[in-house]
């Protein structure tokens, strides 16, 4: 890599995008660390205009505007691969989700290749390239990067043009370029609900198996562990573990006293959360039942739909296998079990989000039709 295409600095990177505004599409890349912190730290943006890849230092850069007017350009086909941490990145720098994104491992597992393909197995499959794997753990925040690290970053970014144009024209060739813009807005979608703090109970494991005024506690007390996380820039688990705010909601602790009796030994929190902690579980206590949470119908009522599921399932392979797709890009086994209790157990006579757009004609009509007449 020529030094030449490292952009070290506020002015080189407004020149670059100067340069680059007119271009067809961007490949895109990031290295970063979040490892103890809420808030990822941008390490590296690799970035190819399928002539000259650049290699942008956040490090030294602070003024990332220019960069953001590229990212916002819906002329320009912005090309990732797996985007969902990008995402992070280019929020971080001050951005939004990019216009026009083109993703990857998203396009290939609709044309046959695999779900979830790493971008170093999709090279191989495509370009018979075996690609390095030798800095996938290396310290980003470091500088000077190596020799060895400017190698692997510029070749995070150096197939991806010639990707999108293959992925891209197969898409075409097979009609799904509406499919593909759609689970693109799924997937800047789910990015934008992960940033709503009032949301973030939905996230934490085993929440289906509590009441109403249980899940309100878990609503509360999870929005306010985001707050104090992103204050301290520390992991949410470094506030309070989400087993413990899972028992806090079971046990709805009204005093210090029976807070503590609800986590149990050994579990140490700061004097001034539990204060609060107790504080917010009293307030939803006192809410009424129209401001909490609808209650979630737990998988306990599936299992007598077991087998139902199973077939929904082996329809959703065939079909996949007819439309070589990946099974789990069609309908991974949450979605089939949320049409199931839609249909059979709250006795609702239509398809759930998640199968409306392409999957309905494709597969969401045919699993909703055995339902009804199951």
């Known amino acids: ?111 046959g290749y695999g779900y979830s393909i790493s971008y170093r197995a999709l090279v191989r499959k495509l370009f018979d390239v075996d690609l390095p794997k030798s800095e996938t753990r290396s310290n980003w925040l470091r ?16 197939y991806l043009p010639s990707i999108y144009d293959r992925l891209n024209m197969n ?63 520390c992991p949410r688990n470094y506030v309070v573990r989400d087993n413990q705010l899972l028992k806090i909601a079971k046990s709805l602790p009204t005093s210090l006293e029976e807070l503590e009796k609800s986590l149990g030994d050994g579990v140490t929190l700061p004097g001034g959360d539990r204060t609060v902690i107790v504080r917010i579980v009293n307030r939803v206590l006192e809410l009424d039942d129209t401001q909490l949470p609808n209650p979630h119908v737990t998988s306990g009522d599936l299992r007598e739909h077991g087998q139902t599921i199973k077939n929904l399932r082996d329809v959703v392979t065939k079909t996949a296998q007819s439309f070589e797709i990946a099974p789990e890009l069609l309908a991974h086994r949450r979605a089939l079990e949320d049409l199931v209790r839609e249909v059979l157990v709250k006795n609702r006579r239509h398809l759930t989000d998640y199968f409306g757009g392409w999957r309905a004609s494709v597969v969401g009509e045919r699993l909703l039709e055995l339902l009804l007449s199951s």
Not at 96 to 103: K, T, V, Y
Not at 143 to 158: F, I, K, W
Request: glycine share 4%; net charge positive.
């Open 1 to 111: 890599m020529d030094l030449a295409y490292l952009v070290h600095s506020n002015n080189e990177l407004k020149s670059l995008c100067t340069k680059l505004k007119t271009s067809r599409y961007l490949a895109l890349d990031t290295e970063f660390e979040r490892s103890r912190t809420f808030f990822v730290r941008p390490a590296l943006v690799q970035m190819s205009d399928g002539k000259s890849t650049y290699l942008l230092d956040p490090l030294n850069i602070d003024n990332w505007i220019p960069f953001i007017r590229l990212l916002n350009d819906s002329n320009i086909t912005k090309i990732l691969h797996s985007a969902s941490e990008d995402l992070d990145v280019f929020e971080r720098l001050g951005g939004s989700p990019p216009a026009n994104l083109f993703d990857t491992q998203i396009a290939a597992s609709m044309l």
């Open 143 to 158: 500088r000077p990067l190596s020799r060895a690290q400017l190698d692997y970053a510029r070749m995070d970014v150096d």
């Open 171 to 233: 898409l075409h060739n097979r009609g799904r370029k509406e499919w593909i813009r759609e689970e693109y807005s799924r997937l800047v979608n789910r990015h934008r609900d992960n940033q709503n703090v009032e949301l973030a109970y939905c996230r934490i494991g085993r929440n289906t198996r509590l009441g109403r005024r249980a899940s309100g506690v878990l609503r509360a007390v999870a929005a306010w562990r985001e707050h104090e996380a992103k204050k301290r820039d």
